[in-house]
Every structure is written in C-alpha cells, then in structure tokens.
C-alpha cells in the first residue's frame, strides 16, 4: 500500500467551553471538563508534530477557543513553526486589545459564526444577549487589522429563508467568503433535528438564495454553500474521506479523523500524549477503519463514485442505520434510504423548543499583559 499522504488541515479543539448554547453545537453531548483539557505544553507538541507531519493549515477552534488564555501561546508557536493559522470564533471576546496580540503572535486568518442576520433571531439561538452587536464589531475589528475575514452562518428550518439578508451582511462587514451551512445532524444537531431540520421549500429558497449571492456579490464574495443531507440521493464526500484529508484534536487529546467520530463507539481513538501525529495518521486503525474504498460493502464497492463520495459519512451511517459501516442511507442505492425518506415526511408540523447545548461555563479570556 502506498503512503497515505499527510492531512491538509488539523483543527485543534482547544475547549468546549462557550458563552453561546447553539442547538447544533458540532461538540459531542458529553462536553469536556476544563480540568481535562491539554494543558499549553502538550498542545505545543502537537503543532511541533502538525509540522514536521505537512499539515498546511491549522485552525483553532472550539468551543469557543478564545476561552484559553494560552490561545496567544498557541498561535507564535504555529507561526514559528510555520503552520497557516486560522481562529474560529464566536466573536463575542473579541476586542480591540486581544486582536492586537493575536496580530503580534502571528495569527493568519479569523472565521467568525453568526446565528442569524438579525439580533432577535441570532441571539434566541445562540442563547445569549448582546451577542450580535459584539461579533459585528468583532468582524470591524478584524477588517480594519487588514486580516482575512470568513462569516459562517448555519442553516436550519427556522432561518433557511433569511439567506438573503445574511449574504448581504457578509459582503457588508467585508468578508472575502462567507459559508451557508446547512445543519449536519450529529451530536446536539441530532438531539434537535426535529427543530431545525427543513423541508424542501425550504431548502429550495436557500439554494436560490445562493445563487442569486453568487451572481450579485460572486465578484466580491465567494459563497460556499452545504446543503443538507437528508434530502439528497447521493452522499456528499465528508470531510473529504476518513482520514483522507483532515484530522482533529478534541479537548481532551483524542485524535479523530472526523468531528463527530467519538460517537462510533466500536472504533478506540488514539490519545496525542501517548503517540505521535505521525504514527496516528499512518497506523492507527480507527484511522485506517474507513479509509479508502477496501472496507466498503455493497453497493458502495461497485460504485462509479466510490472515490468521489468515499461511502458517505460513516457518522451518519451510524446515526441513521445503527451501523457505521453501512452504505450511508442518504444514496438512494441504500436499504435504509427508504427509511431516511419516511424520517423527512414525518417532520413535526411546527418545530418544538431547542434543547439548548450545555450550560455554558465562565469564559476566561485573554491575558491582555500577553507578550
């Protein structure tokens, strides 16, 4: 077997800790303690392996990572060692001192998540008040310091027509690309899917709302768009492939090839304090469970878009048929498509309260005598 290349992209999850509450909050049910999170040095350790790996770019997220103190730390020593940075923030502890020092540090990049266009809206789902007025000064702050600016905003049946208004506020605050993101249904998403997963009217409005962004601000603004799941009938390639592509660090130290892959409970993920980046990515066999097309069964091993969607999500799988080495039931070649099909049409009429993510914990912030 050739050499599996190394991953383009790490993302370290600092923390779990979060001044929001988001309903589809990417982190796992069972939030890490801060008490269980790495401490500066082994993080320093895995940005030293991250570049002696190739890994090209390195993002910081969460959580919300700038609840570490050491986020500064983190960011020189990523410069240092010559890893693209990029900071992906709520925004809300974000001010004009803390910016400085994560430009003195070296920091390359800032991705900042939105939850609606408007306050009413975005701050019912994040959970917290004066949210917006902070992450709109946030994204001033970041364009005035001349650094690239990416605006998030995740998509659901209670904002899927407010598309319009969040391009606009995109290309407003300056960003260079803005991402409509569909819901992805694991973790929190899936305890709320039923409040945030939208009909295909809704989805419809979305998708020409994009595409009307892309011809008005397509000379400005790049507009990436993921679209959800459970109404197509071939599966989207996530995250590029298993361990394809990509790798994550959780708070706790745990390697995984994917955010939500602590949810295949049958897999036992690597810890960074007990083995390298390198050996991880090579020869760890959760990594190499799923990867490549050897592991797929029937269909997906005949199929012409074997090395075009690489199965599916594996998570997904899981989520929706009990096995994680199932054929992703969105492929409509999938038994459990059918299945996927009835779950869409019996969507609740009216969407029921969120179940917010876990009670948010004090948000430490940046030591501003940092140097």
């Avoid at 892959?261 to 050996?279: C, G, K, M, N, Y």
Wanted: net charge negative; hydrophobic share 45%; glycine share 8%.
């Amino acid at each position: 077997m050739s050499p599996v290349p190394p991953p383009m992209g790490l993302v370290l999850e600092l923390t779990h800790r979060c001044p929001l509450r988001c309903p589809y909050c990417s982190n796992p049910l069972d939030l890490v303690r801060a008490s269980e999170e790495l401490d500066e040095a082994a993080w320093h350790r895995v940005l030293d392996e991250a570049a002696a790996l190739g890994v090209l770019q390195l993002h910081f997220s969460g959580g919300e990572p700038m609840a570490r103190p050491d986020l500064p730390a983190l960011v020189r020593h990523a410069a240092a060692s010559g890893l693209y940075s990029n900071l992906i923030t709520s925004g809300v502890l974000l001010d004009a001192p803390r910016l400085d020092i994560l430009l003195e540090a070296g920091l390359d990049h800032v991705q900042l998540s939105f939850q609606g266009a408007e306050a009413a809206d975005a701050e019912r789902v994040g959970g917290l008040a004066g949210a917006q007025a902070k992450k709109l000064e946030a994204a001033r702050l970041v364009r005035a310091a001349g650094l690239p600016l990416t605006v998030n905003f995740v998509i659901h049946r209670q904002n899927a027509r407010h598309v319009p208004a969040m391009i606009r506020l995109a290309a407003e605050l300056g960003a260079g690309r803005v991402e409509i993101a569909h819901t992805q249904y694991y973790g929190w998403g899936l305890r709320n899917r039923d409040a945030l997963l939208p009909d295909v009217a809704d989805l419809q409005a979305a998708t020409e709302a994009v595409e009307e962004g892309r011809r008005l601000w397509g000379h400005a603004l790049t507009i990436d768009y993921v679209t959800p799941d459970y109404h197509a009938n071939q599966p989207k390639p996530c995250m590029d492939g298993w361990a394809r592509r990509f790798m994550v660090i959780t708070p706790a130290g745990r390697a995984l090839p994917c955010h939500a892959a602590e949810t295949v409970r049958t897999l036992s993920f690597p810890d960074v304090r007990e083995a390298s980046l390198a050996s991880i990515w090579a020869d760890d066999p959760a990594f190499a469970r799923f990867r490549g097309t050897a592991w797929m069964p029937e269909p997906c091993r005949g199929c012409d878009r074997r090395e075009i969607d690489w199965g599916g999500c594996r998570c997904q799988a899981l989520a929706l048929a009990g096995d994680a080495g199932a054929t992703d039931p969105v492929c409509e070649r999938s038994p459990h498509h059918a299945g996927l099909r009835d779950l869409v049409a019996a969507r609740s009429a009216l969407p029921p309260e969120f179940q917010y993510r876990g009670t948010a914990a004090p948000s430490p912030v940046i030591a501003r005598n940092e140097t």
